[in-house]
């Protein structure tokens, strides 16, 4: 499958600022199963922007916008093909869970199995937990289709109904969030389990399911992906109740939200801001 991603992000400023400086993570990753064949950035107020590859495989662009400005416009254009998807089994053999706990001994994976800023567990947590009878299964495939299934059901996607900032406590409460809740929950569960567990930020191209929790066509979304024997990372996505496959476009990974935000800077002046986000993807046909 081919892909076409717009992602326009922009700050409007009550009063003109004297400068912005500026991180953005929306080039499209090129990794197992997913190629980005094209990508370009452009900011107005125009400005050098520059970039690096951070540790864990991600890109990062950033750039200084050092005048007089009420308005910054961030538009980028990728090309991505996403390779057919692999079969996955419903369940894995009975000895999983001890090579699972393998995974612990090495280091690289310390920050996938440890509590993370959004990521925590609480008293709601553990209530919620008790309440859906999630617990470890037979094995760690099936332990997390289960838990997919129980998050699905048991919250409601809801736009705006926390902020990106929102701790978990507050969608356990209300029993409604966005997809970052969904990725949140779902990852400090897994971890709470002695899964390694990661946050991807990227993009669906949305079929239309007409299920209760789909997101909407044009939105950033984010779902978990669980590091499996024999199977290494795969992609989870409660709150549409799916795995993360063939229409999920990986921009980055991190232990949670607060890694992988797609824009994030600071500005000088006495404004207040006003953000607006476009997305458009679109399948190229073949």
Known sequence: MLYTIRHVTEFRYSQPIRESQMEVRKRPRSDEGQRCLEFS???????????YVDHLGNTVHHFDVARLHQELRMSAVSWVERLGSRKLPERLSSDAWAETARFAQDFNNWDWLHPSQYATPSEALRSFVNDCRIARRDD?????????TALHGAIAYVPKSTRVDSPIDECLQNRKGVCQDFA?????????LGIPCRY??????HRGNGGSNAIPTSASHAWA????????WVGFDPANHSLAEQDHIRIAVGRDYADVPPARGVFM????SELTVEVDVREVPQ
């Open 140 to 148: 760690p495939m099936s332990t997390l289709r289960e838990l997919n």
């Open 225 to 232: 992906e669980a590091l499996l024997p024999e199977l290494g």
């Open 269 to 272: 002046g006495m404004a207040e």
């Open 41 to 51: 950035l452009s900011v107005e107020p125009d400005a050098r922007v520059h970039s």
């Open 200 to 205: 991807v930020s990227g993009h669906l191209f």
């Open 184 to 192: 949140h929950v779902f990852i400090t569960i897994a971890r709470g």
